[in-house]
């Protein structure tokens, strides 16, 4: 049956196993992870008919996953289920060749209709509409979010998944300068975590 070898990657791990439960009374083969790591690794050595993936995994990018592995998913349906649910993040599932945008308070009725399903899901946004809010937003970055270099070099530490010490002895600085960068960076940006910039500079290519 096309479509009943499933992965599901959240590091959520009780509402990740309730989910494979429920599938698995549909008869559906599934298999679950809990970390980018471990998911890598399954996608490369096996074969999925669909994946169903987060996009915030252990504070790794769901969009920076499923790009890194689109040669081994060019037969598989990626589905994102999460629970941010922008225009501009469909917009960026759209671009990188997700199937299905989903928020996590989806039923099951309707995951199980996506899972099976051969049509494209954008989300329930207008195709138009969403173009136009990422219009918007991409004028808004380029005038409004302009980042100093060394704001520029924290955020490219703090994706690395360096702690504020640790970027201020690379930097030579101290922490309290650090941590007073990376509230300008949190009000610059309009983020409030890791996992939002994760998404922001995935988006925007922040380097």
Sequence with gaps: MQGSNILICD?????????AE???????????????????????NNKFDVFVCDLNIDGSDGFELISTLKQFLQHT?????????EPFLIEKAQKIGVHAFLKKDTSMDELLEVIFSKEVFVGVEKQSETLNYFQENDKKVVNT????????????????GKTSQQIAETLFISKNTVDTHRTNINRKLEISNVASLLQFASLYNIE
Aim: one cysteine or more; aromatic letters at 8%; proline letters at 0%.
């Design 145 to 160: 979010f302009k980042l100093s270099k060394q704001e520029k070099q924290i955020v490219k530490l703090i994706l690395a």
């Design 11 to 19: 590091d959520h791990q009780l509402f990740c196993t309730g989910i």
């Design 77 to 85: 349906r990626i589905i994102i289920l999460s629970a941010y649910y």
């Design 22 to 44: 429920v599938l698995k009374k549909n008869q559906l083969d599934v298999t679950t992870c809990f970390n980018s790591k471990s998911c890598e690794k399954l996608i490369r």
